[in-house]
T-cell receptor, first 115, second 115 residues
Framework: EPEVTQTPSHQVTQMGQEVILRCVPISNHLYFYWYRQILGQKVEFLVSFYNNEISEKSEIFDDQFSVERPDGSNFTLKIRSTKLEDSAMYFC?????????????FGPGTRLTVT | GENVEQHPSTLSVQEGDSAVIKCTYS??????FPWYKQELGKRPQLIID?????GEKKDQRIAVTLNKTAKHFSLHITETQPEDSAVYFCAASSAVSGGSYIPTFGRGTSLIVHP
């Protein structure tokens, strides 16, 4: 069964540094998402992406964040000037066009630790 | 925006017992309600979902009920097994521009099934 993949599995960075988290969505999916989950808390939506542009974003997704689909397979989340409170698990997800299925398939996550 | 409340935060049952997790939501426009299971350190995985035109849905030992008038929905697991132990998240969402669904998650229920 196809799966969403993410790299790296764990990223440690110093406060103020930039990080790029990478995701490869399922190949025939058209919607892509980023979520974060602070340890022990609920999953929070960051941004959705469709047709090469952001379709929705939350209040969390401020100017510090950006997303990109640089080629036909990768979907990236860039965090500029990381802060301690950015430490969390970041999940990428993808879904088919909603007319066929609403299910979002999550990747295994990247644990970001900002020191 | 949508607000999802989930109870209980922790649920401990004996193997073979039933488990019920309840959620309420605030936005009457929400029409899609997925439930995710997250095992420790792993990705959230959809286990069942229900759309607003249906009051109940069942898949083997798992069932979900929806009361749109009261704005609450519940997950029922019968004949629990130790491998059901995980954190369960409910979510509520409505279609957004572009056709995707952006779920608002509850805070999660840690289900512990004792052998």
């Amino acid at each position: 069964e196809p799966e969403v993949t993410q790299t790296p599995s764990h990223q440690v960075t110093q406060m103020g540094q930039e990080v790029i988290l990478r995701c490869v969505p399922i190949s025939n999916h058209l919607y892509f998402y980023w979520y974060r989950q602070i340890l022990g808390q609920k999953v929070e939506f960051l941004v959705s992406f469709y047709n090469n542009e952001i379709s929705e974003k939350s209040e969390i997704f401020d100017d510090q964040f950006s997303v990109e689909r640089p080629d036909g397979s990768n979907f990236t989340l860039k965090i500029r000037s990381t802060k301690l409170e950015d430490s969390a698990m970041y999940f990428c997800a993808s879904s088919e066009y909603f007319g066929t299925s609403y299910e979002q398939y999550f990747g295994p996550g990247t644990r970001l630790t900002v020191t | 925006g949508e607000n999802v409340e989930q109870h209980p935060s922790t649920l401990s049952v004996q193997e073979g017992d039933s488990a019920v997790i309840k959620c309420t939501y605030s936005d009457s426009a929400s029409n899609y309600f997925p439930w995710y299971k997250q095992e420790l350190g792993k990705r959230p995985q959809l286990i069942i979902d229900i759309r607003s035109n249906v009051g109940e849905k069942k898949d083997q030992r798992i069932a979900v009920t929806l009361n749109k008038t009261a704005k609450h929905f519940s997950l029922h697991i019968t004949e629990t097994q130790p491998e059901d132990s995980a954190v369960y998240f409910c979510a509520a969402s409505s279609a957004v521009s572009g056709g995707s669904y952006i779920p608002t998650f509850g805070r999660g229920t840690s289900l512990i099934v004792h052998p």
